[in-house]
């Protein structure tokens, strides 16, 4: 006869197979004999985790029973020997890829037990992008080109509390700065797949203090007109000063003339051009409105003479509207 003895219990068990022979006449003999059987080899197991993003790392479990080992990761590479080793999976296509991990497994009885198991692999988004320039002067305007790869869709946050979901190509965005330090926003945009995955890409932007020229107006005078400049600019590191008379100035708070030439009222220009220590550059200009002023002038008939002494007074003035005559008698 042909018996098939099972062990399920994981342990070593004997048993013993016994022969009665009778012969005709009644007689009759027992035999013994020891069957030993080692435990059945289930070596089954489960991954964990058995998909996500690539690249994709996963520990291999400990599987109690199991005196030598083989592992067949499915992706060409090494077979691995260790108990529980460590496996990065990885998908460098455009499409989910299964792997088929495969153990052999012997037991320390020297019995073999193939299993095997899956992992799923998506690919994983490249986030990338160009910016067409990585430092400015506030208010910095800088555009932006997405070079992702593989994704879904985006989010970009651009560092100074504000942020994107667009999907455009080309983009831009304004930085403003108004402390008196350089800022640093961290440009940063993470990429999406369908299936979850992500991918995050960082660009610094530098953004310096904005350079704000001004100056307080003078007001308006007759010629010839004298006054210093009361400088309020923000930011300034140099300065130049272009009064529109002709003549300019790098002080910072300069002193200038303006005069009503020929007679004329005049009205001047002044600009006023600082640049930052960063180099930032701004521009400012007012106007000053310059009054012609009169020439007083006359002459006398007599300028000594006997009591009574009358003198002829010609007003001899210019550019005048009205006067006032003091004889200097009282």
């Known amino acids: 006869p042909t018996h098939l003895y099972e062990n399920e219990t994981g342990f070593l068990q004997t048993f013993t197979v016994s022969l009665i ?14 069957v030993t059987v080692y435990p059945s080899t ?26 030598s080992y083989q592992w067949d990761f499915g992706d060409g590479s090494a077979i691995s ?25 012997i037991s320390a009885f020297g019995c073999a037990d193939t299993t095997y198991n899956e992992v799923w692999v998506d690919p994983q988004p490249q986030a990338q992008f160009n910016a067409d320039q990585t430092s400015g002067c506030s208010a910095l305007t800088v555009n932006f080109e997405n070079i992702s790869l593989l994704a879904d869709s985006y989010y970009w946050d651009y560092g100074d ?33 369908n299936d979850g995955c992500t991918d995050t890409f960082v660009v610094p932007i530098q953004v310096f203090p904005e350079a704000i020229a001004s100056f307080a107006v003078p007001g308006s005078a007759c010629s010839p007109f004298t006054t210093t400049f009361e400088n309020i600019s923000i930011n300034g590191n140099s300065y130049f000063w272009d009064f529109g008379n002709g003549f300019n100035s790098t ?13 004329q009222d005049t009205t001047y220009t002044v600009n006023l051009q600082i640049t930052s220590i960063q180099g930032c550059v701004s521009d400012y200009s007012q106007d000053i409105f310059v009054a012609a002023s009169p020439l007083a002038s006359f002459t006398l008939s007599q300028d000594e003479g006997c009591h009574p002494a009358p003198a002829d007074i010609t007003n001899n003035s210019v550019i005048a509207d009205s006067y006032i005559w003091d004889y200097g008698d009282g």
């Open 21 to 34: 022979a009778y012969a005709a006449n009644g007689c009759n003999d027992t035999t013994y004999s020891n």
């Open 42 to 67: 289930n070596f089954a197991f489960e991954l964990n985790p058995d998909s996500a993003c690539s690249p994709l790392i996963v520990t291999m479990p400990f599987i109690l029973g199991i005196n």
């Open 81 to 105: 020997t260790y108990p529980n080793p460590t496996h990065i999976f990885e998908n460098l296509g455009t499409d989910p890829v299964v792997y088929t991990v495969q153990l052999i497994g």
């Open 161 to 193: 509390g504000q942020s994107s979901s667009t999907s455009a190509v080309n983009h831009s965005h304004t930085f403003e700065n108004t402390t008196t330090e350089t800022v640093v926003y961290n440009i940063e945009l993470t990429a999406i797949s």
């Open 251 to 263: 002080n910072s708070e300069p002193t200038a003339t303006f005069v009503a030439p020929n007679g």
